[in-house]
């Protein structure tokens, strides 16, 4: 059974910085294309981050270019996500999603992982 956990949210001041981890078991985690997503209340959950199996190919929303990146030890099954330089409107329960990739693809549709965490809140104040 596939499992996804996801921590190291919280609450930082803008212009801050955090750090996120996502913890998979049930897996061979280098067997899978990772991905980041976000959603604030009201909102549909949209895309963040992606990264291939071997860190190979990543892809960052235009709007976390340059202040977030995403990062895996495929080794602890882990992936991260380091925020920084955080603003208000970063402020969203942050979801790690894994889909099984035989190659070096990224994936950035919410449709195209059928493995979700649970999320971790981030809330950013100013």
């Known amino acids: 059974q596939v499992q996804l956990v996801e921590s190291g949210g919280g609450l930082v001041q803008a212009g801050g910085s955090l750090r996120l981890s996502c913890a998979a078991s049930?897996?061979?985690?280098?067997?899978?294309?990772m991905g980041w997503f976000r959603q604030a209340p009201g909102k549909e959950r949209e895309f963040v981050a992606a990264l291939s199996r071997y860190s190979g190919r990543s892809y960052l929303a235009d709007s976390v270019k340059g202040r977030f990146t995403t990062s895996r030890d495929n080794a602890k099954s882990t992936l991260y996500l380091q925020m920084n330089s955080l603003k208000p409107e970063d402020t969203a329960v942050y979801y790690c999603?894994?889909?099984?990739?035989?190659?070096?693809?990224?994936?950035?549709?919410?449709?195209?992982?059928?493995?979700w965490g649970q999320g971790t809140q981030v809330t950013v104040s100013s």
């Open positions: 049930g897996l061979t985690f280098s067997s899978y294309a």
């Open positions: 999603a894994a889909r099984w990739d035989t190659g070096a693809s990224i994936y950035y549709k919410r449709d195209d992982y059928p493995y």
